[in-house]
């Protein structure tokens, strides 16, 4: 389908030309064909579908670099605990109890949410992949999806149990797959969850296949001091030593960082995602963000699942990662708007794999667009444009969704997902799972 977008404000992300005013852009089978100024189109170009640009910016959608949308039937359910406690006392028990449906049913919400605002793509990690995979293929969403070659069970006590060939069959039936909107990566949970032997399986299975690994890494004070303890190492050297980085790394959250640990992300080229909201409700820290950025390191963001969260609302994490270091360090230059955009959009696209593609409004790319609609007091006057989209824009003023050359909402009507449907299953599975009477 052809579609172009008329008199429309542009920011871009591309840094050749960060922000344009008044200008057409015309979609050919998915891929941002022109980019003109308004009036100015190609006389050959014969639009399917005109969306108007009046009062409204347009940006590349948002990339959630690091969540678990399986998650979302836990929303609101295990609240002001520490991680270990909500980890293995609240949400492992939980777990357990979760069915394939489950997932689809709670991956079809998440995704109903984030492209309400504003998500065009996503990298998550949970159990029962494939039924999260349908699901994603359904709503017409971006992702990167990663399954464990190594499955747990809480039987008791944390009982772990080898599935390094359903990791292969995933990779297989998946990577690639809804015109290659999803890419697959191996997960590995963490460098506590996973022993040494496994960890360099797992680092070899992604060398393998040729894909990436994604990983939580540094969330807690007790993580490095419990990897320190029993290696004499901390989890960021263990994934050098183990071939873990020696791969394309998604690396969630790396809030308890060295200055050692930071020179090996950044040699390896390892993308750390940003979590603020998750870090700061368990507790866990504040990721020095700066530092990160001052090596050179491709600093992404991301919500973590709902259970930690408790949204999946990108527009809050930028916000955030805009505020937080700022407060950190008592220094009003760190983390500018622009940086936190670009952290939730070309950065995001980058750690997910897709960055030659997307996350950037320029010539060639696959056109992932979002539209706000700008008339609203809380966005007049606009003035600098990074500014108003990271400090005074909300999740609710996304207008429209594009991903791929498909329009998955028009006007905040979603096109792809049953929206009631799904809001009816999910609350009756969180009852049956929380056993809410
Ligand atoms: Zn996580």
Same mark, same amino acid.
């Given at each position: 389908?052809?579609?172009?977008?008329?008199?429309?404000?542009?920011?871009?992300?591309?840094?050749?030309?960060?922000?344009?005013?008044?200008?057409?852009?015309?979609?050919?089978?998915?891929?941002?064909?022109? !980019?003109?100024?308004?009036?100015?189109?190609?006389?050959?170009?014969?639009?399917?579908?005109?969306?108007?640009?009046?009062?409204?910016?347009?940006?590349?959608?948002?990339?959630?670099?690091?969540?678990?949308?399986?998650?979302?039937?836990?929303?609101?359910? #295990?609240?002001?605990? @520490?991680?270990?406690?909500?980890?293995?006392?609240? !949400?492992?028990?939980?777990?357990?109890?979760?069915?394939?449906?489950?997932?689809?049913?709670?991956?079809?919400?998440?995704?109903?949410?984030?492209?309400?605002?504003?998500?065009?793509?996503?990298?998550?990690?949970?159990?029962?992949?494939?039924?999260? #995979?349908?699901?994603?293929?359904?709503?017409?969403?971006?992702?990167?999806?990663?399954?464990?070659?190594?499955?747990?069970?809480?039987?008791?006590?944390?009982?772990?149990?080898? #599935?390094?060939?359903?990791?292969?069959?995933?990779?297989?039936?998946?990577?690639?797959?809804?015109?290659?909107?999803?890419?697959?990566?191996?997960?590995?949970?963490?460098?506590?969850?996973?022993?040494?032997?496994?960890?360099?399986?797992?680092?070899?299975?992604?060398?393998?296949?040729?894909?990436?690994?994604? !990983?939580?890494?540094?969330?807690?004070?007790?993580?490095?001091?419990?990897?320190?303890?029993?290696?004499?190492?901390?989890?960021?050297?263990?994934?050098?030593?183990?071939?873990?980085?020696?791969?394309?790394?998604?690396?969630?959250?790396?809030?308890?960082?060295?200055?050692?640990?930071?020179?090996?992300? +950044?040699?390896? +080229?390892? &993308?750390?995602?940003?979590?603020?909201?998750? &870090?700061?409700?368990?507790?866990?820290?504040?990721?020095?963000?700066?530092?990160?950025?001052?090596?050179?390191?491709?600093?992404?963001?991301?919500?973590?699942?709902?259970?930690?969260?408790?949204?999946?609302?990108?527009?809050?994490?930028?916000?955030?990662?805009?505020?937080?270091?700022?407060?950190?360090?008592?220094?009003?230059?760190?983390?500018?708007?622009?940086?936190?955009?670009?952290?939730?959009?070309?950065?995001?696209?980058?750690?997910?794999?897709?960055?030659?593609?997307?996350?950037?409004?320029?010539?060639?790319?696959?056109?992932?667009?979002?539209?706000?609609?700008?008339?609203?007091?809380?966005?007049?006057?606009? &003035?600098?444009?990074?500014?108003?989209?990271?400090?005074?824009?909300?999740?609710?003023?996304?207008?429209?969704?594009?991903?791929?050359?498909?329009?998955?909402?028009?006007?905040?009507?979603?096109?792809?997902?049953?929206?009631?449907?799904?809001?009816?299953?999910?609350? @009756?599975?969180?009852?049956?799972?929380?056993?809410?009477?």
């Amino acid at each position: 389908m052809n579609i172009l977008i008329e008199g429309i404000d542009i920011l871009t992300a591309d840094p050749t030309s960060e922000y344009k005013r008044n200008a057409d852009i015309g979609i050919i089978n998915g891929i941002i064909s022109f !980019i003109t100024p308004s009036g100015r189109i190609p006389p050959e170009f014969k639009a399917d579908k005109k969306l108007s640009g009046l009062k409204k910016l347009a940006m590349p959608g948002l990339v959630n670099a690091h969540t678990h949308c399986g998650m979302t039937a836990m929303r609101n359910s #295990a609240d002001d605990l @520490s991680l270990q406690k909500w980890l293995f006392e609240r !949400i492992f028990p939980i777990e357990e109890k979760m069915t394939d449906e489950d997932v689809y049913w709670s991956t079809l919400l998440g995704a109903a949410e984030m492209i309400r605002s504003g998500t065009t793509a996503f990298a998550d990690m949970y159990l029962h992949m494939d039924h999260a #995979a349908e699901a994603v293929c359904e709503t017409g969403l971006r992702a990167n999806l990663s399954r464990s070659p190594i499955d747990f069970h809480n039987d008791g006590g944390l009982k772990a149990v080898d #599935a390094f060939d359903k990791c292969r069959d995933y990779f297989r039936n998946w990577n690639g797959n809804a015109e290659d909107k999803i890419k697959v990566y191996v997960e590995v949970h963490s460098t506590y969850l996973m022993d040494i032997e496994s960890l360099k399986k797992a680092a070899d299975l992604a060398a393998e296949l040729r894909t990436g690994i994604h !990983i939580h890494l540094l969330e807690t004070a007790s993580e490095r001091k419990d990897s320190l303890e029993k290696y004499g190492k901390s989890p960021v050297e263990i994934c050098k030593d183990t071939g873990i980085f020696n791969v394309p790394v998604i690396g969630a959250h790396l809030v308890h960082v060295s200055g050692d640990d930071i020179n090996i992300l +950044g040699a390896a +080229g390892v &993308n750390a995602i940003h979590n603020p909201t998750s &870090n700061l409700k368990l507790g866990s820290g504040i990721s020095p963000v700066p530092a990160l950025l001052d090596a050179g390191i491709n600093v992404a963001l991301g919500t973590d699942g709902v259970a930690s969260n408790n949204n999946l609302n990108m527009f809050e994490e930028m916000h955030l990662a805009a505020l937080i270091h700022k407060g950190v360090a008592q220094n009003p230059e760190l983390v500018t708007a622009r940086q936190a955009f670009r952290m939730a959009t070309v950065n995001g696209a980058k750690a997910l794999g897709f960055g030659n593609d997307t996350g950037m409004i320029k010539v060639g790319m696959k056109a992932d667009i979002i539209l706000l609609d700008i008339d609203k007091p809380h966005l007049h006057p606009m &003035n600098d444009p990074h500014s108003a989209v990271v400090y005074s824009a909300q999740g609710a003023d996304v207008h429209t969704v594009i991903v791929n050359g498909a329009i998955l909402m028009e006007n905040r009507e979603l096109k792809t997902i049953d929206e009631e449907k799904v809001k009816f299953k999910v609350n @009756s599975i969180s009852e049956r799972l929380f056993d809410v009477l």
